[in-house]
């Protein structure tokens, strides 16, 4: 799958014109390419993580002549798999996202008055 693909994927899932497919695709991509590009982790749940890692300079050899070359220090963009993403590889079953808590209810003093429950009526006898 390519870039092209993905777009036309999801101008079918979203039902959005190919020019919005494109627009959307190239902001989430320029936005990640922006944050690592200084040094910041951008984690998708589910998905994975984009970060930086930094390589240390070290000693190599061209393979052509044999002779040994200085192979500069330099970062490096990588990518980590998360859990959602290793287990479809796997073809294990998506593990669902773990609920939000839901906020905390009003402070008792705040909440209306409960009104209390008027008694049963009594029922007639025939």
Same mark, same amino acid.
């Not at 749940?45 to 994975?48: C, D, N, S």
């Given at each position: 799958?390519?870039?092209a693909?993905?777009?036309?994927?999801? *101008?079918?899932? !979203?039902?959005?014109?190919?020019?919005?497919?494109?627009?959307?695709?190239?902001?989430?991509?320029?936005?990640?390419?922006q944050?690592? &590009?200084?040094?910041?982790?951008?984690?998708i749940?589910?998905?994975?993580t984009?970060?930086?890692?930094?390589?240390? @300079? &070290?000693?190599? &050899?061209?393979?052509? *002549?044999?002779?040994?070359? $200085?192979? !500069?220090?330099?970062?490096?963009? &990588?990518?980590?798999?998360?859990a959602?993403?290793?287990? @479809?590889?796997?073809?294990?079953?998506?593990?669902?996202?773990? #609920?939000?808590?839901?906020? !905390?209810?009003?402070? !008792?003093?705040?909440?209306?008055?409960?009104?209390?429950?008027?008694?049963?009526? $009594?029922?007639? #006898?025939?």
């Open positions: 799958m390519n870039k693909d993905i777009i036309e994927k999801v *101008t079918e899932e !979203a039902k959005i014109s190919k020019a919005a497919a494109v627009k959307a695709f190239e902001a989430i991509i320029g936005s990640i390419m944050a690592v &590009r200084k040094g910041d982790k951008v984690t749940v589910g998905f994975g984009f970060s930086v890692s930094p390589r240390k @300079a &070290r000693k190599g &050899r061209n393979p052509r *002549t044999g002779q040994e070359i $200085k192979i !500069a220090a330099k970062k490096v963009p &990588r990518f980590t798999a998360g959602a993403l290793k287990a @479809a590889v796997n073809g294990k079953a998506v593990p669902k996202p773990a #609920k939000k808590a839901e906020p !905390a209810k009003k402070a !008792a003093s705040k909440a209306k008055p409960v009104k209390a429950a008027k008694p049963a009526a $009594k029922a007639k #006898k025939k």
